[in-house]
């Protein structure tokens, strides 16, 4: 039987991404961040693993067994979540990127993914509760009034108060711009709403007093389409002027859904004025104040990219704790002979010592690290735009990667979850150890807060094109000076060689897409952006791994020869060197595939796909 708390996290791991690769301590020479130090944030990194490890992860298995349950009162979340819940917020988790002047300790946000990370692997269930509090906050503090951040934050960010982002609605998925959810001109600057949302995460809960919603809606009279969409600030029960809690707003849990899994985290569909009580306030007050409706859209890219970053981080912290289970269980399963050696006087050796198990661990290896070093990467980027002042209000560097880390990493938290299954063979299959519930759990991260397919089109149809291919440029110029560096390194020409193949076929792919983009044949493009999108994070991917490997070289010829991190590094050095000869050449023949313009997904029939209905 599996331990009931079965989270592992690489603590060491983390750390050599923060300090060694990503050089975090250079951040707190700047002004933003000077109030912190390496020293505190390491600090913070062993005190979140300690919470993470003691206090979320024994919640994982048990809430996973309860679920949620819709009752005549709302919704009821597992007990053991409460008491989580409050600890996490008197802990001050909640309020570590948080700036200073509004209660918090203003960390970067690099520093605040790595911490989300060690609690969302501890039970991402959990973690979606606070993530999505905290992610509606951030919006009502960008675009609120100053009324409206004084009514609702404070309670939002200390946990008294949830917070939820309401998009989709049951005749309107991803093409929110079909919105049918109303809003009419009421009493005193508010709205009436009426509409139906379907698939709200933590959209019903008993762990906090009021859920604050983010509800797009049409006024009445609006364009159709999105940009006729406006956010409303919907609580589930009124707030009085004085903050104090009034009379319920007219927000009814119809249902929540029954899952694959994340099945302590409520999804919930809401009927927003059945009784024609519901109230909502546009964000940001009326127009006359400054807040233009139809804005809706716009004001909620906030709050979703945050959330796409926060599936990223679901998916490492899966696929990382999944990784590590299947590698403590080949320590220690025993099972069938060596395969040149014979079988031991024991009986049978450690499946770790059989050359396919071993395969999939340094498979699973490599993807885990560089999925972190992506999710990383991109924080990174948000963190100098942010100390820079030049975030351009979102389209900033780090805005390119955002499709790409959410996508990548959720494809990829799939895939080693599955293979980790693998490692434990029969037993993974089975409730008594964890894999199961990380693959179940996982298999929503490409779907939920825009499919991956979503992101790609992102990619392709925007991205690549912003600033007026300024971006691309920039990481096509990065790609060039890590080939360069790495050919200047012996016993790396194998895979500089590899690498520089797949660079080439990617410039080729990206010149099509250009011209196909003049031409208006965009059909084309989108056809193929899912597998470009793969290929390209793949290709980012392996010159992450590849800068980390050369860290850890000359960390083998310096202080680490001889000390117990010589093995930590050498394991980076391998996990870079697999990735560029086994996963980078999938990159590239995916992108030759591309080339060849293949439309057979578009000629092929409507009926041609089967006759059988």
Known sequence: ???????????????????????????????????????????????????????????????????????????????????????????????????????????????????????????????????????????????????????????????????????????????????????VPAEEGSYSITGNKIFISGGDQDITENIIHLVLARIEGAPKGSRGLSLFIIPKVRVKPDGSLGEPNDVVCTNIEHKMGIN????????????????????????????QPGEGIRKMFLMMNTARIGVAVQSVSIMSTAYLNALAYARTRLQGAHLSKGRPKEGAVPIIQHPDVRRMLLDMKARVEGARSLLLFTASLMDQERASGNGHGGEGYSSLFIPMAKAHTSDTAVQVSSMAMQVFGGAGYTRDFPAEQYLRDSRIFPIYEGTNGIQALDLVGRKLAQSGGALVNRFLEEQTAFLKSL???????????????????????????????????????????????????????????????????????????????????????ASARYYLRNIVPHAAASLDAISGEDRSAMDIPDAGFSLAF
């Not at 007990?79 to 600890?87: D, E, F, M, T």
């Not at 985290?265 to 400054?290: D, I, M, N, Q, Y």
């Not at 011209?515 to 899912?530: I, L, N, R």
């Open 1 to 183: 039987m599996a331990e009931s708390t079965h989270f592992k996290m690489d603590l060491r791991e983390i750390e050599f991404s923060l300090f060694e690769q990503f050089g975090l301590q250079t951040l707190f020479k700047n002004k933003l961040f000077s109030h912190i130090s390496e020293e505190d944030a390491r600090l913070i990194l062993k005190e979140a693993h300690t919470f993470a490890t003691e206090i979320i992860a024994p919640t994982y298995v048990p809430g996973d067994q309860e679920g949620c349950s819709l009752t005549p009162e709302g919704v009821r979340v597992p007990a053991s979540l409460k008491a989580v819940w409050k600890q996490y917020y008197e802990n001050g988790w909640n309020a570590l990127t948080l700036p200073e002047s509004l209660g918090g300790q203003g960390a970067p946000q690099t520093l605040g993914v790595a911490v989300a990370e060690m609690m969302s692997g501890a039970n991402t269930a959990f973690s979606m509760y606070p993530g999505l509090s905290m992610g509606a906050t951030s919006v009502i503090r960008a675009f609120g009034t100053p009324e409206q951040q004084e009514l609702y934050c404070a309670k939002m960010e200390n946990g008294t108060w949830g917070g939820t982002m309401v998009l989709t609605e049951p005749n309107a998925g991803s093409d929110v711009g079909m919105s049918l959810t109303k809003a």
């Open 264 to 291: 302590a985290s409520a999804t919930a569909a809401l009927a927003f004025g059945e009784k024609g009580k519901c109230r909502g306030w546009l964000v940001g007050g009326e127009p006359k104040a400054g807040a």
């Open 487 to 573: 050919g200047e390194r012996k016993g790396w020409s194998e895979e500089r060689s590899i690498l520089h193949q797949a660079m080439e076929r990617f410039g080729t792919v990206l010149g099509k897409f250009t011209m196909k983009g003049m031409t208006g044949d965009m059909e084309s493009v989108a056809v193929a952006a899912t597998p470009f999108q793969e290929a390209m994070s793949q290709l980012l991917v392996a010159r992450l791994l590849g800068h980390a490997a050369l860290i850890a070289q000359d960390a083998l010829a310096g202080p680490a020869k001889g000390t117990q991190d010589e093995a930590f590094y050498q394991g980076k050095v």
